[in-house]
Structure formats: C-alpha cells, structure tokens
C-alpha cells in the first residue's frame, strides 16, 4: 500500500472542505429560481387545493415562486412518471401520496417507476381520513351493528365506491377482509356520484372522504358510524374508530408527501423539509387543511420511505383478497 505524505493527505482535506464549503453555500442559496410543484391530478379536485395552500405558502418562506403543474391522467401516473424523469436538481418537486406511491404499484404490471428508487422522499404533509357513513334507512348505528347486518344478508349491502382500486373502494375491502363479511361494491366515476347514490338510497353505506359529506351529516341526511383513522381526529372528535369499534389494527388514511426525482441534493432535500415542517404548524394552515378533511403531519425523509414501504404492503395484501388483477 502506498504511502500518503503529509502535503499529499493536507491537499486532500482542503479540497474535501473546499467541497463542504461549497455544497453549504449552495445549499443556502438554494432555491434560486422558481421550483415547479407537478400535482398528478387535474386542477380543482382535493389534491390540487392542498398543493395550491402548500405552495402558497413556501413560496412566502423560500421567497421563490412554486409553480404548480397539473399534470392528471392515467390514475396518476402521467405526472408521477415526469416527475421521476426529472433534473434531480430541487427544482421540480411532486405532490405524492397513496394512489401515486402505494397502491399503483399493485395495480400496473408496467408501472413506469418505481415509487422508492426513482423518487428522494422530502416529507410528509399530511393524511386524510374518511368516514363510514350510512344511509339513514339503515338501522345499523355502530360498527358492529354494521358487521352483523352484512353477516346476516351477505351480499346484500351495497358499498359506494369511487372507483376500482381508489383508497376508499380499498378501505372497504380491507373493512371486508378483517371482518369477515361480504358487502357488495357498486363502482361510480368519482366520489360525488357515489355520494349522491348514498343520500338517494340507491347504496347502503360508503367510506366517504370526510369533506365531502360533511354537510350531509350535519343535516341528517346521512349517519356516520366510525372514522377510518387510528386515532380519533380533532375534526370529528366525537365520532369512534373502527378499530376501538370492533376491529382493531383496522386503519386507512389517505396521505400527501412531497418527493423529488431521486439524487437531489441532500441538502436541498433538507431545507425543503425543514420549510414543509415549519408550515404545517402555523394555525392558518392547520384551518386550511381543516377545510379539506386533512391533518396537517410533517416527516423526516427516512419516516417518508419508512412510511411508504409499509402502504405499499399493505395495500398490495388488500388489492390480492379483492381480486384485483394488475393491468
């Protein structure tokens, strides 16, 4: 083994430091110009207002413009993939989440990325519970309740659902598959014309996104039994789990993350983070996310990929008992 002299090893860490010292700087500087925030959804829906609040915001605390991109279509994938395929620079960013990151990967045999290598997790932002509601006709009035009708007409309770392999149509085969009953999916084009086949009784039940029925609820002309979340949500504090209800472990939450194409800069990916965590305490923000059913909830990249991980898993164990069969 050669032998490295003094002047040889005091030139290298000068240039290891020279390095440091630039990467630092950089990384203060950083952003420069505007980041494009690609949201794969079109513009309008829950996803898009949610991206329009973050960016809003972190444009304020960056002091560059976000830019937000929608780009829908294919069930997220369209926008999902450029995002992957872009510079890794930190100037392109993507509102990820549990279609996009963790189902997809079960329901495409030919998904054009891969949710963990090809992305660099920055945070989460936030999760979005729903609600087990019911049609007023229904006398089941708990979970138990609800468990019990299935079991003694199997089949014959019919389940809003807001499409195939969407995360509420999946909250309700896992509900399935952990209570060992068999309800009846009927597949709509979205959760507004499965909502308005619920509050005509044209389905029994739904696991509804909490925002968009809200309202309903508050007039009676639905009943919610349970929310789907572990933990009871300040947004309906009064309401019970499935899981203290009946089945424990029982969980579902839509979540939203912000990921970039994988090799952005370690210290871009920080600064990015540390601005997310920092937003996603301010009281207006919190009112903000409110509004959309969503529970502000920050992250360190590592508990991001931690996260994922476990829904990909997850949701592959419950797209298997559906029956789902990968396209």
Known sequence: MKKVNLGTAILIGAILNAN????????????????????????????DILARLVAARL?????????????????SI??????????????????????S????????????????????PISLVGTALAVLAVHPSLS?????????????KPGQLRLASPGIGTPTHLAGELFKSMAGVDMMPIHYRGGGPGNIALLSGEVNACFCGIASVMQFLKEGKLRAIAVTSAKRTAIMPEMPTIAESGLPGYEVVAWFSIVAPAGVPKANVMRLNGEIRKLLVLAEVKNSFSGLGVEPEGSTP????????AEIAKWARVIKFAGIKPE
Do not use: C, M, W
């Not at 998904?111 to 660099?120: G, H, N, R, V």
């Open 302 to 309: 590592e508990e991001l990929t931690a996260y994922n991980r």
């Open 101 to 120: 990151l963790s189902i997809n990967p079960s329901l495409h045999k030919n998904l054009p990325y891969d949710p963990i290598k090809d992305f660099s």
């Open 20 to 47: 440091d010292a630039i990467a630092q700087e950089r990384a203060e500087k950083y952003p420069t110009r505007p980041i494009r925030l690609i949201v794969p959804f079109p513009p309008g829906g829950s996803n």
């Open 78 to 99: 369209i926008g999902t993939q450029l995002a992957a395929n872009a510079a890794p620079d930190g100037y392109t960013v993507l509102l990820g989440g549990t279609a």
């Open 59 to 75: 444009t304020e605390q960056l002091g560059q413009q976000i830019v937000i991109d929608n780009r829908g279509g294919a069930g």
């Open 140 to 152: 089941a009035r708990t979970v138990k309740d609800l468990i019990e009708f299935a079991k003694a």
